[in-house]
């Protein structure tokens, strides 16, 4: 029978279809929806997530471990109460405006849901309005935006400028992407700044005390 070590190899070797397998195979055994997802699932993308810290892993081996990830979750899903399934915090990302770059933001949102977090991804190219309009709607704990290019990471500082004047200080805003640093963080007034999608999950964590 598979065992739950299996199912966790296979996230870390990116192999889509022999995950989706021992997902079923976990499942028809009785296993328990939330360990097949911690133990199995996730547990292979934590390694991922720390090779790819590490150097040991690239870019696209990370998208199909969490496609493997993605895929095994969305079919144990179904048998999960919401209220079973924990969550860490939401955390709200977007691009910003006039930029397309979306590979970094989207290791980011999986390197957090991958850690338990709930993430609503906003898409490319999100001006200050669009932000504040998805904040209100999904009331996220942390807001993140990914920034590639040096002419529109400026946009960053118009957004936590606007979710100030908009009564949404409360809400934690990160920033990351190539051209980003601390000290370009501590400039516009973000709560915070990660390098990597890693460290990115280490900053959400400790920004809400965990
Ligand atoms: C792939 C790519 C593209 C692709 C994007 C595809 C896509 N779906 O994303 C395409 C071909 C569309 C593209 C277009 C352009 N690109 Co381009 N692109 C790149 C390239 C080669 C890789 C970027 C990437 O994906 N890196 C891999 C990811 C994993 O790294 P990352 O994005 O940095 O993300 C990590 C961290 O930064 C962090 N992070 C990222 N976001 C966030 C958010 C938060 C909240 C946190 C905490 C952390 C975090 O975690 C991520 C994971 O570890 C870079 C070169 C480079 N080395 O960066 C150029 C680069 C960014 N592009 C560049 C340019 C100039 C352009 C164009 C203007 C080119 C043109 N003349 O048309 C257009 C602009 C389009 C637009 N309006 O956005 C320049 C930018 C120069 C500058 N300093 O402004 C670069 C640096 C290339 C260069 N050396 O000239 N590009």
Excluded: W
Aim: charged letters at 25%; one cysteine or more.
């Amino acid at each position: 029978m598979a065992t739950l070590e299996d199912l966790s190899k296979c996230v870390i070797s990116g192999n889509v279809a022999k995950a989706k397998k021992l997902t079923q195979e976990l499942i028809d055994a009785g296993v328990a929806p939330l360990d097949i997802i911690n133990q199995g699932l996730i547990a292979g993308m934590n390694v991922v997530g720390v090779r790819f810290k590490n150097g040991e892993m690239f870019v696209p081996e990370v998208m199909v471990a969490a496609k493997a990830m993605s895929q095994g979750i969305e079919m144990v899903k179904p048998l999960i109460a919401e209220t079973d399934m924990p969550s860490e915090g939401k955390v709200l990302l977007g691009t910003v405006k006039g930029d397309l770059h979306d590979i970094g933001k989207n290791l980011v949102g999986i390197m957090l849901e991958s850690r338990g977090f709930t993430v609503i991804d906003i898409g490319i190219d999100r001006s200050p309005e669009d932000f504040i309009k998805a904040i209100k709607e999904h009331q996220p704990d942390i807001m993140g935006m990914s920034a590639l290019l040096t002419t529109t990471m400026l946009h960053m500082k118009d957004t936590i400028e606007l979710m100030k004047e908009e009564g949404l200080g409360h809400v934690k805003a990160i920033v990351g992407g190539a051209p980003i640093s601390q000290d370009f963080a501590d400039e516009v007034g973000a709560d915070g700044y990660a390098p990597d999608a890693a460290s990115a999950v280490d900053l959400c964590k400790s920004l809400l005390g965990k």
